[in-house]
């Protein structure tokens, strides 16, 4: 079955600064990989996706993530943070057959000047 | 403008009581999708639909119905058998069943039990 794991449930950056939300999956195939972003009480905003093509994604708002086989990551990066980045962001990957989601646990991303 | 609705923003729910979540969607969008948040948690699919007059249960469907009369509609009933209803409730929809599809999301509605 496939699953992914977020490795910290809250990262805190200051402004201006990289950031780093770790993302690890497990699926039996090449897996379909996301990243969406959730600002509070608000729906989901796809980030950018990964399937099967180049490995190096580029998304919205300077995001970018790389999909690296041999270490089973999907890691999301922004080399300087901005105080509107501040949600919470999901890697998700989609299952075989049905767009099935399934939903890692989140990791809330705190900005602070 | 072309997205999802969800209506309402903030439901209340009594006890004994069936409650309707509404999401409509003007992208003609052949599926669409109920998933439930809990705090800290993930999104999980209560029930999804690839077609009108279709759909199937998620990973939590117990407690919940839905119908799919028209393309642009998937209102789920949060029934009294859902002891636990509180929670925020998010739906989606994509294109159909091409392995390239992206899933968009309404704003959610939140759920609270009096």
């Known amino acids: 079955a496939q699953s992914v794991t977020q490795l910290d449930s809250h990262v805190s950056v200051s402004e201006g600064t990289p950031v780093l939300l770790r993302c690890n999956y497990s699926s039996s195939y090449s897996p379909s990989l996301f990243w969406y972003v959730q600002h509070p009480n608000k729906g989901l905003q796809l980030l950018l996706k990964?399937?099967?093509?180049?490995?190096l994604v580029k998304g919205i708002n300077g995001f970018e993530a790389e999909f690296k086989k041999s270490e089973t990551s999907f890691h999301l990066t922004k080399p300087s943070a901005h105080m509107s980045d501040a949600a919470e962001y999901f890697c998700?990957?989609?299952?075989?057959?049905?767009?099935?989601?399934?939903f890692g646990t989140g990791t809330r991303l705190l900005v602070s000047p | 403008d072309g997205g999802i609705t969800q209506s309402p923003k903030y439901l209340f729910r009594k006890e004994g009581q069936n409650v309707t979540l509404s999401c409509e969607q003007n992208?003609?969008?052949?599926?669409m999708y109920w998933y439930r948040q809990d705090p800290g948690q993930g999104l999980r699919l209560i029930y999804y639909s690839q077609i009108v007059n279709d759909f199937q249960k998620g990973d939590i469907a117990e407690g919940y119905s839905v119908s799919r009369e028209k393309k642009e509609s998937f209102p789920l009933t949060v029934t009294s058998a859902q002891k636990n209803p509180t929670a925020f409730y998010l739906c989606?929809?994509?294109?159909?069943?091409?392995?390239?599809?992206?899933?968009?999301f309404g704003p959610g509605t939140r759920l609270l039990v009096l």
């Open positions: 989606a929809s994509s294109r159909g069943r091409s392995e390239e599809e992206t899933q968009y």
């Open positions: 992208l003609n969008h052949d599926a």
């Open positions: 998700v990957v989609r299952t075989t057959g049905f767009q099935k989601l399934v």
């Open positions: 990964y399937t099967s093509a180049a490995t």
